[in-house]
């Protein structure tokens, strides 16, 4: 399958202008419910309980120069930004878990955690 575009910007960000546009990304999804389980000792089974809240992992590779990457490092130190959720249309306030780059063959690879209560 063909990249997609991904875009981020900083929490600060106000304007179209604040978006960083990185083309041609491979970007992946992991979606977790919170559950709490009871254990009943004598009882029949264990009691599931869903906690209704939920949280993303947004996997995301690909290419990005320098420029992009000092821009994309300043938002990992300063805050929680946003990107742009490509399947479900809707901007999403984020963290970033990891982040690496690899100035040789300009490669990154970010991971990014929405958190839902």
């Known amino acids: 399958m063909a990249g997609m ?6 929490a600060t960000g106000t304007s179209s202008s604040d978006w960083v546009r990185i083309a ?13 389980r009871t254990v009943v000792r004598g009882q029949e089974g264990d009691d599931l309980h869903d906690e209704g809240a939920e949280s993303t992992l947004y996997s995301v590779r690909g290419e990005i120069t320098i420029d992009e990457y000092k821009r994309i490092v300043a938002m990992f130190r300063t805050g929680q930004p946003y990107i ?17 780059y690899d100035s040789s063959n300009e490669g990154f690879h970010f991971e990014l ?5």
């Open 113 to 117: 955690l929405e958190d839902v209560i």
């Open 84 to 100: 742009h959720d490509p399947f479900e249309e809707r901007d999403v306030k984020v963290i970033f878990s990891t982040m690496e």
């Open 24 to 36: 041609n990304a491979d970007i992946k999804i992991k979606m977790t419910r919170r559950l709490t």
């Open 5 to 10: 575009d991904f875009f981020i910007r900083p």
